[in-house]
């Protein structure tokens, strides 16, 4: 399928907004789950009823993103998340500012929807781009988000610090991300929808019908590597300190590095698709990730566990934004631009998948069993990632590099 040209220049600003909007996610939502022990007391919230509050975040994230690709059939996606990443923003400081349990519940209620349909409106933007450029740079998106991530995590330590409230560390952070937000949306781009405009081939794909099954083994790979990174974020403490005996100063080390690790590969991963191909650096990040894993559940002490846990963020850091890149690429050769929004939708409903499955899971069976043990389940799983490691590369490997060439030669 040719697409028309877009300019250079835009593309370029569309790219930079695009970056921003993942870093501000990145950091509002590190901003939540680094506080959830202060948001627990602040409200009186039991430790019988925490499970459900944490789990109904992630389930309505899942609804948004439904909604989503409805929604995205009549509103670009760059306007949906114009509109939704401030209510995030928002969401978050009514969490630490609002006055009983009842209110918080609704203010996480508003958070996981809309973020539900900013995570996948992004990535929509960003799938979108990278097929602009003619080269990958869906990993510099999410390399922001993660920089958000530490920035965010960072500010939360020093709330902590300084004691400060909920409310006094959501605030300013929310009075600067939100402005920030709508600035930088002025200039998303829907590259896709600007290039079929007022077309009949646009209007085609706007409901061109896309079979889930042809996406079930990215959907697979999506919910397997999510359930990987909250087995680290949430048991990577716990499993240094109790079973490889580290200090409890020490057990808080792991996710930090784990959260640089992923950073660093994530800058350096769209080199690593535009040499050797997205296939190669998916099966060399899986073969990375299970080997952290081994690495982990085998470790005599705690540094080795260390070791294990970095390996774990420079493996697993590649999968996701490959996976979305791969799901848009098949549904936009097939079906159009339409299509390719509708893909990225549906897949980005099992990150939320794996993110519930991980922990209870990896604690069942840590309970039940060991924990070294239960780190070999998380690494079996991110194994099957290598069998489906060519839908990675199809349906445009007659490029050779999987990727269609660029239209716009002074694309930056």
């Known amino acids: 399928?040719?697409?028309?040209?877009?300019?250079?220049?835009?593309?370029?600003?569309?790219?930079?907004?695009?970056?921003?909007?993942?870093?501000?996610?990145?950091?509002?939502?590190?901003?939540?789950?680094?506080r959830i022990p202060a948001i627990q007391d602040r409200y009186g919230i039991s430790d019988a009823l925490l499970p459900a509050f944490?789990?109904?975040?992630?389930?309505?994230?899942?609804?948004?993103?439904?909604?989503?690709?409805?929604?995205?059939?009549?509103?670009?996606?760059?306007?949906?998340?114009?509109?939704?990443?401030?209510?995030?923003?928002?969401?978050?400081?009514?969490?630490?500012?609002?006055?009983?349990?009842?209110?918080?519940?609704?203010?996480?209620?508003?958070?996981g929807l809309s973020v539900g349909a900013l995570d996948a409106s992004m990535n929509?933007?960003?799938?979108?781009?990278?097929?602009?450029?003619?080269?990958?740079?869906?990993?510099?998106f999410h390399a922001a988000y993660s920089l958000g991530g530490i920035v965010g995590a960072s500010l939360a330590w020093a709330g902590v610090h300084w004691k400060l409230s909920l409310a006094l560390l959501y605030g300013p952070v929310v009075a600067v991300l939100v402005p920030l937000a709508l600035i930088a949306g002025r200039w998303f781009v829907d590259r896709d929808r600007e290039a079929t405009a007022g077309g009949q081939e646009g209007a085609a794909a706007a409901v061109a019908p896309l079979a889930m099954r042809m996406l079930l083994p990215l959907c697979l790979v999506m919910a397997f590597a999510y359930i990987g990174d909250s087995t680290v974020s949430n048991w990577s403490a716990k499993y240094l300190q109790d079973v490889l005996g580290s200090s409890e100063q020490l057990a808080t080390v792991p996710y930090n590095v784990y959260m640089v690790?992923?950073?660093?590969?994530?800058?350096?991963?769209?080199?690593?698709?535009?040499?050797f191909g997205a296939v190669a650096v998916v099966r060399a990040g899986t073969v990375v990730a299970a080997g952290g894993f081994a690495v982990v559940a085998a470790a005599p002490g705690a540094w080795a566990g260390m070791a294990g846990f970095t390996l774990l963020g420079l493996g697993l850091c590649v999968i996701v934004p490959q996976t979305f890149a791969a799901a848009g690429r098949y549904a936009f050769e097939r079906h159009g631009p339409g299509a390719s929004d509708v893909a990225v939708a549906r897949l980005n409903i099992f990150n939320y998948v794996g993110f519930l499955i991980g922990s209870p899971l990896v604690g069942a069976l840590g309970d039940a069993w060991s924990y070294r043990g239960a780190m070999l389940v998380p690494m079996l799983l991110v194994l099957v990632t290598l069998v489906y490691a060519r839908s990675f590369g199809a349906p445009e490997a007659r490029y050779g590099d999987g990727y269609e060439r660029p239209r716009t030669a002074d694309v930056g």
């Open 1 to 34: 399928m040719t697409v028309p040209r877009v300019p250079g220049a835009r593309l370029r600003h569309g790219r930079v907004s695009l970056a921003l909007s993942f870093f501000v996610q990145g950091a509002v939502f590190a901003l939540l789950v680094t």
């Open 54 to 111: 944490l789990a109904a975040v992630p389930v309505l994230a899942g609804v948004g993103s439904v909604g989503t690709e409805q929604l995205v059939k009549r509103v670009r996606p760059s306007r949906v998340l114009w509109g939704v990443q401030p209510v995030v923003c928002l969401a978050l400081l009514a969490v630490g500012a609002v006055g009983s349990m009842a209110q918080v519940a609704v203010a996480l209620a508003v958070f």
């Open 124 to 140: 929509m933007l960003g799938v979108s781009l990278q097929r602009a450029y003619g080269r990958s740079i869906m990993l510099g």
């Open 261 to 275: 690790t992923t950073l660093l590969g994530r800058m350096v991963g769209d080199l690593g698709v535009r040499r």
